[in-house]
C-alpha cells in the first residue's frame, strides 16, 4: 500500500492519503518490483507478473546531451520530493510517494513543483530484496571492531531504503602527445679511508611520445547525497550489461535525483582520464622521480549513458549524529560510517598498554 504524506506549514505528517499504483490483475492490490525473480510481485495474493524482455542501453553523443536543458520527464509521469531536513530529493512515479527521507530518516519530505530532468537512458535493477540488503548490511556492521554493540543490534529493516542513484557513465577514444623529464635513483661509493662514503644520484632522462587509450562506461555520480567516494567504495556495477529504463523497476522503491549536470560530470570524467592516461604513461618507464610530464590529451567519439544504480541506503543516529551506509543492490558490496563505542576503544588501549608493560617488564627481568 502506498500513501501521499500531506503535512502542515512546518512539514509535520498530518494525514495520509491512498494513492494508486499498478494493480495487481487478479485481486487489485499494488505490484511492486520483486528483485529475487525479476518480476512484479503481489504481496497481497502472491501473483506474479513477468516483466517485459528489455532492450541494450544505448549510447549517447555528449554533445547532444548538453543541449537537452529541459526536463524529459513530465509532470504526467513523476513527481519529485524534497527533504526540508537535509536537502535530498527523490522521483517517484506519480502514484507513489516518499513518507521519510532516505538519507536522514526524517519525514518532513515534502512533494515539490520541480520537474525531474533528464530522464534515464536505462537502469540496474536491485538483484536481492531489502531483507538481504539488511543481513549484508549486518554482516558489514557485525565487522565494524569499534561500533557500539546497539548499532549492530538495533541496525533493521526500519531504517534502510532501496534508491535508485543517478550516474552518468562516459565512453572515449583519446588520444595524447606528451613530453616530460624523468628521474633514476643510484648510488655509488665515493672518497676513501675517513672520507668514504655512499652517496644517492640521480640520472635524468627526456621522454616523448604518442598514447591511445579507450575509456568505457567510466562511472561518474550525479548526487551529492551519494558522491563520487562512496560510489567507488561500494563500486563495481555492471553498466555494460543494464537494462533500458522501464519504470516497473521502480515500484516500490525510490529514485535519487541528481543535483549535478552532465557538464559538470563530464568535466570530472575528462579529471580521472587524465590521471589515468598519466599513470599508464609513466608506467611505460622505469623511474623514481618525475620533474615534469606534460600530456596533451585529445577526445573522439565521446558517449554517455544516464542510468540509475541500485543501492541500499541506511541512516542511524547515535548520539545527535546521523550515520550513513551503502549497500550494493547488486553485489552487496558496502560501505559507510558507524559510531564509535568510547568503552571499546578505551579497552583496547588499556590492553595495548598491558602489553606494552609486559614487554617492558620482561626486558627488566
Not at 549510447?59 to 546531451?65: I, R, S, Y
Not at 579507450?214 to 560510489?231: N, R, V
Request: a positive charge.
Amino acid at each position: 500500500m502506498s500513501f501521499e504524506a500531506q503535512t502542515d506549514n512546518n512539514g509535520e505528517i498530518v494525514q495520509q492519503i491512498e494513492t494508486q499504483m499498478e494493480k495487481c490483475p487478479n485481486c487489485g492490490a499494488n505490484l511492486v518490483f520483486e528483485p529475487n525473480s525479476q518480476t512484479l510481485y503481489c504481496e497481497h495474493c502472491g501473483t506474479s507478473q513477468s516483466l517485459p524482455e528489455m532492450l541494450t542501453v544505448l549510447e549517447q553523443n555528449v554533445l547532444d546531451g548538453f543541449d537537452q536543458v529541459k526536463s524529459q520527464w513530465s509532470g504526467d509521469e513523476t513527481v519529485v520530493f524534497s527533504c526540508d531536513n537535509c536537502g535530498a530529493k527523490v522521483v517517484l512515479q506519480k502514484d507513489e510517494t516518499a513518507s521519510s527521507c532516505p538519507f536522514c530518516g526524517t519525514s518532513h519530505v515534502v512533494k515539490t513543483d520541480e520537474l525531474a530532468g533528464i530522464k534515464p537512458h536505462g537502469l540496474i535493477p536491485f538483484s536481492f530484496g531489502l531483507k538481504e540488503g539488511v543481513d549484508y548490511a549486518k554482516k558489514w556492521a557485525k565487522s565494524r571492531l569499534y561500533a557500539p554493540r546497539k548499532f549492530k543490534k538495533t541496525l533493521s529493516a526500519e531504517n534502510v531504503k532501496g534508491v535508485y542513484a543517478p550516474c552518468f557513465t562516459f565512453d572515449s577514444n583519446t588520444f595524447s602527445t606528451y613530453y616530460g623529464r624523468i628521474g633514476k635513483r643510484y648510488t655509488r661509493v665515493v672518497g676513501s679511508g675517513k672520507n668514504r662514503r655512499t652517496e644517492t644520484y640521480i640520472v635524468w632522462r627526456n621522454v616523448s611520445g604518442t598514447f591511445g587509450y579507450s575509456f568505457d562506461d567510466l562511472l561518474i555520480t550525479a548526487g551529492s547525497k551519494f558522491d563520487q567516494k562512496k560510489m567507488d567504495k561500494v563500486s563495481p556495477f555492471d553498466t555494460n550489461n543494464g537494462k533500458s529504463y522501464d519504470e516497473s523497476y521502480l515500484l516500490g522503491f525510490m529514485a535519487y535525483h541528481y543535483d549535478t549536470e552532465l557538464k559538470d560530470c563530464w568535466q570530472q570524467a575528462k579529471n580521472r582520464m587524465d590521471a589515468t592516461i598519466r599513470s599508464r604513461i609513466l608506467a611505460q618507464y622505469s623511474y623514481d622521480v618525475v620533474s615534469f610530464l606534460n600530456v596533451s590529451t585529445t577526445h573522439g567519439n565521446v558517449t554517455y549513458k544516464y542510468v540509475m544504480l541500485p543501492v541500499y541506503i541506511g541512516n542511524y543516529k547515535y548520539g545527535k549524529k546521523l550515520y550513513n551506509f551503502f549497500v550494493n543492490g547488486s553485489t552487496g558490496k558496502t560501505t559507510g560510517k558507524t559510531p564509535v563505542s568510547a568503552l571499546k576503544v578505551a579497552l583496547t588501549v588499556l590492553a595495548g598498554l598491558c602489553v606494552i608493560a609486559g614487554i617492558v617488564a620482561l626486558t627488566l627481568l
